[in-house]
């Protein structure tokens, strides 16, 4: 188990001012770490014009947690997913905060230019040349499930079927609940957006406090705990991806899906 905290990232080289200084991206996972994507939050104090963007040698996954802007109308809730098919500019009304994930994942150093990142791995199948393209996603578009356990409710912006490689899990719990967990077919790595929460590594027998901004990412060899007091909000990212209908087995994980990245294997 891996817990990354902003502290954590501060004033290191994964933390830094891109898009002609206009934004300021924190990066939480890249390749060195071996889930196999990586995962950063991009935060711009106010509106912005418009940055040309194309992303020719990845996927880019965007979930917005907070501000407005238009590739098609954008809000809170709204999910996009760019590929090497897609030329596109974003128009924003700040302040703007998105997590952003890439597939296959950059270096955390790597320079942004005006074909986005320098290649750093192969393409999911379907995003080459005249393949995929751009998607949009309203909060009205993806349906909301209670998950087996009965006391979480979940959006699924991302699954398998659509071909990126990884699928995304926006989940709400309700005040007070634990669960305990073992993926062991699985990598996930969890984003808390809102609420207080703890994580119990049960290996090594630490407990983590996590507020807002704070990650955890978990693989085969963890069995853990997750714990609230005040209700939580978590994205989940899941590699391999889920197909949205897996209901949780005994002993709180999901069937194989796909092949679990080399360096999280149990």
């Known amino acids: 188990m891996r817990v990354i905290q902003p502290a954590d990232i501060a004033g290191t080289h994964r933390d830094r001012m891109v898009a002609d200084g206009k934004a300021h991206a924190m990066c939480c996972l890249a390749e060195e770490d071996g889930c196999g994507f990586s995962f950063s939050t991009l935060m711009i104090d106010g509106d912005s014009t418009g940055y040309p963007l194309h992303y020719r040698n990845h996927i880019e996954a965007n979930m917005i947690l907070e501000g407005s802007g238009e590739a098609k109308p954008l809000g809170p809730g709204a999910f996009y997913c760019v590929g090497p098919n897609d030329r596109y500019r974003l128009e924003l009304a700040g302040p703007w905060k998105v997590v952003s994930f890439f597939n296959p994942a950059i270096d955390e150093g790597a320079p942004h230019g005006p074909d986005g990142f320098p290649e750093s791995g192969d393409l999911?199948?379907?995003?080459?040349?005249?393949?995929?393209?751009?998607?949009?996603?309203?909060p009205g578009d993806i349906e909301e499930k209670m998950l087996s356990t009965g006391f979480s409710s979940v959006r699924r912006p991302l699954l398998s079927a659509d071909g990126t490689g990884l699928s995304l899990s926006d989940l709400l719990t309700t005040p007070g609940e634990k669960i305990?967990?073992?993926?062991?077919?699985?990598?996930?790595?969890?984003?808390?957006?809102e609420g207080s929460a703890e994580v119990w590594d049960k290996a090594t027998d630490e407990r983590h406090a996590l507020t807002p901004g704070d990650m955890f990412v978990i693989g085969p060899r963890d069995k853990h705990r997750v714990s609230n007091t005040n209700g939580v909000r978590f994205l989940s990212i899941f590699n391999p991806p889920i197909k949205g209908d897996e209901r949780y087995d005994d002993k709180g994980g999901y069937p194989p899906t796909?092949?679990?990245p080399e360096a999280w294997q149990a």
């Open 180 to 193: 305990d967990l073992w993926y062991r077919n699985h990598c996930e790595a969890n984003y808390l957006v």
């Open 258 to 260: 796909g092949d679990v």
């Open 124 to 138: 999911p199948a379907g995003w080459e040349p005249g393949g995929r393209t751009m998607f949009v996603r309203q």
